[in-house]
C-alpha cells in the first residue's frame, strides 16, 4: 500500500535559517515523489516533482529510495515561503492514485 | 480564468440529505480527479475519470457517486449525509490519465453538515 507521513504539522523557522522539510514514504514499486504548497488564500499548486530535479523558488528535494525520503529543502528561508506544504506519492505507470500526506505548516518570522 | 473551477464555494445541509459538487476541469484537460479533506486529514483521493470514463477508485463510500459529462465537467454526488462527511471537498484535472502527471486543483467545496 502506498503511504506518505510528514512527522511534523508545524515547522517555525525564522527568515534567512534553513528549512527541512520532512517526507517519508512506504510503496512497494518504482514512486514518483511531489511536493504540492498552499499559500494563504491560493490554491494548492505543484512545488516540484522529482524527476524534473529542478529547483523552484530555492526549493530543492532529492528521492533517497534508500531511506524511502524526499525531503524538501531550502537554505535560507524567506516570509514568503510560509504556506502549507504536502508530500504525494504516485506510481510510475498507468493509474496508479495519487496520495498524500497530511501536510506541514511553513512558518517563517522575520 | 481557464483554470479548474467548482461550485458551490460553500454548501451547508442536514443530515440526510444529498448534495451535487460540480467541478469544471482545465482548458485541455481530460483527466478529472476528486479529493476529500476532512480536519487534520491529508486529501484522501475519492476517484478519478479520465475522458468520460472511471480510471481510478480510492475509498470512496457507496453513498458517494461521480460522473463526467462529454464536455468533461464532472459532479459528485453525495448522498445519505452525515455529520462526519462534513470537508472540503477538492477536484483536481490534468492532460493525462497517468495519476503521476501534475494535477491542477481547484479552490474546494467546503460542505457542512449540520
Known amino acids: 500500500a502506498q503511504r506518505v507521513t510528514q512527522p511534523e504539522k508545524l515547522l517555525s523557522v525564522f527568515k534567512g535559517a534553513p528549512v527541512e522539510l520532512k517526507c517519508n514514504y512506504s510503496y512497494s514499486g518504482s514512486p514518483e515523489l511531489f511536493w504540492y504548497v498552499q499559500y494563504s488564500r491560493q490554491r494548492l499548486q505543484l512545488l516540484l516533482r522529482?524527476?524534473s530535479r529542478e529547483s523552484i523558488k530555492g526549493f530543492t528535494a532529492d528521492l533517497n529510495k534508500g531511506e524511502t525520503s524526499f525531503h524538501l529543502k531550502k537554505p535560507f528561508a524567506q516570509e514568503e515561503d510560509s504556506a502549507m506544504y504536502y508530500c504525494a506519492l504516485s506510481g510510475n505507470t498507468g493509474f496508479q492514485k495519487l496520495v498524500f500526506g497530511t501536510g506541514t505548516r511553513l512558518l517563517v518570522s522575520p | 480564468d481557464s483554470g479548474v473551477t467548482q461550485t458551490p464555494k460553500h454548501l451547508i445541509t442536514a443530515t440526510g440529505q444529498r448534495v451535487t459538487l460540480r467541478c469544471s476541469p482545465r482548458?485541455?484537460?481530460?483527466?478529472v480527479y476528486w479529493y476529500q479533506q476532512s480536519l487534520d486529514q491529508g486529501l484522501q483521493f475519492l476517484i478519478q475519470y479520465y475522458n468520460g470514463e472511471e480510471r481510478a477508485k480510492g475509498n470512496i463510500l457507496e453513498r458517494f457517486s461521480a460522473q463526467q459529462f462529454p464536455d468533461l465537467h464532472s459532479e459528485l454526488n453525495l448522498s445519505s449525509l452525515e455529520l462526519g462527511d462534513s470537508a472540503l471537498y477538492f477536484c483536481?484535472?490534468?492532460?493525462?490519465?497517468?495519476?503521476?502527471?501534475?494535477?491542477?486543483f481547484g479552490d474546494g467545496t467546503r460542505l457542512s453538515i449540520l
Open positions: 522529482h524527476i
Open positions: 483536481a484535472s490534468s492532460v493525462g490519465q497517468g495519476a503521476n502527471q501534475p494535477q491542477h
Open positions: 482548458s485541455g484537460d481530460l483527466s
